[in-house]
């Protein structure tokens, strides 16, 4: 079923095809490129926290 949604990415690649994904994406996850990306996940894990710190309230 998950080929069929998401096509023949990465994480459905066996052997060689595993291998060349895998390369092709190591450099956009790297630190110096995901850094950047840390007031966001900081920012939706406090509205997250809100929104179930909300609800907890409510019941």
């Not at 895998?22 to 840390?38: D, I, Q, W, Y």
Request: hydrophobic content about 45%; some cysteine.
């Amino acid at each position: 079923m998950g080929r069929l949604t998401s096509g023949k990415g990465l994480a459905w690649a066996d052997g060689e095809t595993h291998k060349r994904h895998r390369k092709l994406m190591t450099p956009g996850f790297r630190a110096s490129e995901t850094k950047h990306f840390v007031p966001i996940f900081f920012a939706c894990a406090e509205a997250v926290r809100r929104l179930l710190q909300t609800a907890i309230i409510l019941f």
